[in-house]
């Protein structure tokens, strides 16, 4: 059974991964339009690719825990998708 995911992460100028725990997922990601500068997204291992404000990325079975983005406070990123496992 597939689990719907619908959240928001509030950045705080850190890495920050997209979830604290596993959760492999197939998902959209979108950079808020409301942000003031690009965003950084990382798998931790690689070089961080910038994420422009309103851009979405989709990802396919990724775990959440996985991906770190990063950006000054008060910007935000939302994650749309249903679970994979």
Not at 30 to 51: F, M, Y
């Amino acid at each position: 059974m597939r689990n719907a995911i619908i959240f928001k992460v509030d950045l705080d100028g850190g890495d920050k991964p997209l979830s604290a725990t596993k959760l492999v997922a197939t998902f959209t990601l979108t950079a808020s339009h409301k942000n003031t500068q690009d965003l950084l997204l990382s798998d931790g291992k690689t070089d961080p690719i910038d994420v422009a404000p309103g851009t979405q990325y989709y990802f396919e079975r990724v775990n959440l825990a996985d991906l770190l983005v990063k950006s000054k406070g008060g910007e935000t990123v939302y994650v749309v998708g249903h679970s994979a496992e």
